[in-house]
């Protein structure tokens, strides 16, 4: 679907040198600027920092973090704010990846399955490593299970269990935003084709169908808007969930 | 022909089943929020972050039922295709 997405970044997928082509397409470069406006917003806010901001910039990027910060501590408990770095880049970077595709002229790299399911890697790689960091060798013992001779069952068990979140982490994530994006083109479709089918006078046509379209459509968008916050806030929690849940496994 | 004409039906109805499904203990979710937060107001912050992640466990189900949609959807199209040929 993306391959034909029209958008402004088709003019560099089109003068990719050969040997990128297999890695490189349009959602990929969509989070290249992504990650690039995102630096930009980091270094702007952070260049000149006081201990009373002086800067809107530094003000906004301080309630920011304070939010991510107590999403953490709140999800992992006293001491969580360690792992907001983590959550919250996901965060932000989800949050963005997700709302650029009701901009006009760009898609959302998270509606693409490759992008989800890198996330979600990099998130359950964190959580294992976070977890062997914190308990040491009790939190690979934990895999074993409570009566240890059951642990030809158990074993098997937890590391599905770890591959079932990393599905449903991706897919949940990739499924809402890609319902998203076609929910959005579909009643653009639908639109186009209701207003087309009114009888109005030839110079009128094209504008009266072009604000049509653009009047219907607003809701939808508000509904993207709504569907991208609460699904990156979902992925950042659900990872927050599952650092609490290795780094207390001492029971 | 036939097949096809099957596939379409039962592809069109999983979603509307799930959503429905996935409507109904969303509602008894959300229903059990509310009470405890009139319950306990102070409790609010916690009951909201257990309720939103509890929604999206029981959204994903729906969205799978979604994406099976959109995978079989395109199938039928290529089903009725390759026997028209024939």
Same mark, same amino acid.
């Given at each position: 679907m993306h391959e034909e997405a029209g958008s402004w970044l088709n003019i560099i997928v089109q003068h990719l040198p050969a040997w990128a082509e297999p890695y490189v397409n349009l959602g990929v470069i969509t989070s290249w600027v992504v990650l690039g406006l995102l630096a930009m917003l980091a270094w702007r806010s952070t260049r000149r920092l006081r201990l009373v901001p002086q800067s809107g910039w530094q003000t906004i990027a301080e309630s920011v973090y304070e939010f991510l910060a107590d999403l953490c501590v709140g999800l992992? *408990?006293? *001491? =969580?704010?360690?792992f907001a770095p983590l959550i919250g880049s996901l965060f932000i970077y989800i949050l963005i990846m997700n709302v650029t *595709?009701?901009?006009?002229g760009f898609i959302s790299p998270t509606a693409s399955l490759n992008m989800t399911l890198a996330l979600a890697i990099i998130s359950l790689v964190a959580v294992q490593y976070y977890g062997f960091r914190e308990c040491g060798w009790r939190y690979v013992l934990h895999?074993? =299970?409570?009566? &240890? &001779?059951?642990f030809p069952l158990m074993i098997p068990i937890h590391v599905i269990g770890e591959i079932a979140r990393l599905l449903s982490l991706s897919i949940r994530l990739f499924g809402n935003i890609f319902g998203k994006e076609m929910v959005i083109g579909q009643i653009l479709i639908l639109l186009g084709s209701v207003w087309a089918m009114t009888h109005l006078s030839a110079a009128l046509r094209a504008p009266i169908i072009v604000a049509g379209i653009a009047v219907g459509h607003l809701p939808l968008l508000l509904l993207g808007l709504l569907v991208s916050l609460i699904q990156a806030l979902i992925f950042a929690m659900l990872v927050g969930v599952y650092i609490q849940g290795a780094v207390e496994t001492q029971h | 022909m036939s097949f096809a004409a099957v596939l379409a039906a039962v592809v069109g109805l999983a979603v509307p089943i799930a959503a429905v499904a996935g409507a109904l203990s969303q509602a008894r979710v959300g229903a059990a929020a509310m009470e405890g937060i009139a319950r306990q107001p102070e409790a609010s912050g916690d009951i909201q972050r257990g309720l939103i992640i509890t929604l999206a466990l029981i959204e994903s189900l729906v969205i799978y039922a979604l994406l099976t949609f959109l995978m079989l959807q395109g199938h039928i199209g290529a089903l009725i295709a390759k026997v028209g040929q024939m």
């Open positions: 992992i *408990g006293p *001491g =969580g704010e360690r *595709g009701l901009v006009p895999f074993v =299970g409570e009566p &240890w &001779w059951l | -």
